[in-house]
């Protein structure tokens, strides 16, 4: 039982207890491929929050945290908005999300820290389907955080899920390690199934945020890969590999970002041309062709608007160096 345990400070939170030897479950970071994006599980931390006159520290972490509420009940603070939590609570913080909690009573709760890959989110087929990468992308980029009521018989299997992890864990049994990898990609893809049949997530999932978002990431990966590529990268291209039309992905793009596609796409060779002058191996015209330019007169003028100074005066300076 938890009670019979030493508790001690979190090392991922201090102002939080736990029981002694479940400071971390997880020994080394682990990464779990789910359906077009890569999941690194970095930490997993079974929590004991004690009831207290103040409540925790509001903080912020630049991974994203998954929260399952196994007992207890409390307050959430994640932004500027306060949420009930209890027993069957989940609760996906995305990374620089500021929060805290106001435990009414002592509650447990199992901490899972993780970060997805981006690179794989600019592939070709549009968004993605109702899946369990769609889940966690929508409750990543989501604007503003919020629990899910998790229903009764799916707390009973993350429950049970958890008991093995930690039984595993105190064991030490050979393979025991390799057990409790298996049984985390379970226990993430039991929370998300979870999720998906929680009350209120129907909403959440159809809501545009976070597909706008999506949407947007997918662009600028695009174009960061191929900016400098001849033929150029075209609007119309870039909107069909992510899945929208040209219009609605420019508005999104500019919403999103401040920029338009071709306003990202010069930022981006220009970016390029100024570090190949920066190396001083190239003249203008190379780093101009380099980049994606084939008018040497557009690239001057360009590059003398974005940095203030034309592109010969950079290369002649490095000379000069």
């Known amino acids: 039982m938890v009670q019979e345990k030493?508790?001690?400070?979190?090392?991922?939170?201090?102002?939080?207890?736990?029981?002694?030897?479940?400071?971390?479950?997880?020994?080394?970071?682990?990464?779990?491929?789910?359906?077009?994006?890569?999941?690194?599980?970095?930490?997993?931390?079974?929590?004991?929050?004690?009831?207290?006159?103040?409540?925790?520290?509001?903080?912020v972490h630049e991974h994203h945290q998954l929260l399952y509420y196994q007992r207890g009940s409390g307050k959430m603070v994640a932004g500027k908005k306060s949420y009930d939590v209890e027993?069957?609570?989940?609760?996906?913080?995305?990374?620089?999300?500021?929060?805290s909690l106001h435990a009414a009573d002592t509650a447990v709760c199992v901490a899972l820290d993780f970060s997805l890959s981006t690179a794989a989110q600019a592939m070709e087929g549009g968004l993605p389907v109702h899946s369990e990468a769609a889940v966690l992308l929508s409750l990543t980029l989501t604007r503003q955080a919020r629990p899910f009521q998790l229903r009764s018989i799916d707390q009973a299997h993350i429950d049970q899920t958890i008991g093995e992890i930690v039984k595993e864990s105190a064991g030490r049994e050979p393979g025991y390690g390799t057990m409790i990898q298996a049984l985390l990609l379970r226990l993430v893809a039991l929370c998300l199934r979870g999720t998906r049949r929680a009350s209120g997530f129907g909403e959440h999932f159809r809501h545009t945020a976070w597909r706008h978002r999506l949407l947007a990431e997918r662009a600028l990966a695009l174009i960061a890969a191929e900016s400098f590529r001849q033929p150029e990268l075209t609007l119309q291209e870039a909107a069909r590999r992510c899945g929208a039309s040209y219009n609605h992905f420019n508005r999104v793009l500019k919403f999103e970002t401040g920029r338009t596609f071709h306003q990202h796409l010069l930022r981006s060779r220009l970016e390029h041309a100024h570090d190949l002058l920066s190396a001083g191996k190239l003249n203008c015209s190379e780093a101009a062709l380099e980049s994606g330019f084939t008018d040497s007169n557009y690239f001057a003028r360009a590059f003398r608007k974005s940095f203030g100074f034309p592109p010969s005066e950079l290369a002649r300076g490095l000379k000069g160096e």
Request: glycine fraction near 8%; include cysteine.
């Open 6 to 59: 030493k508790l001690i400070p979190s090392p991922l939170n201090p102002d939080w207890m736990i029981p002694e030897g479940w400071e971390n479950i997880l020994g080394t970071s682990i990464e779990y491929h789910l359906g077009g994006i890569n999941l690194r599980l970095m930490q997993a931390q079974l929590n004991l929050h004690l009831k207290a006159a103040d409540p925790a520290t509001t903080h």
């Open 87 to 99: 027993r069957g609570s989940i609760f996906v913080l995305p990374a620089g999300c500021r929060h």
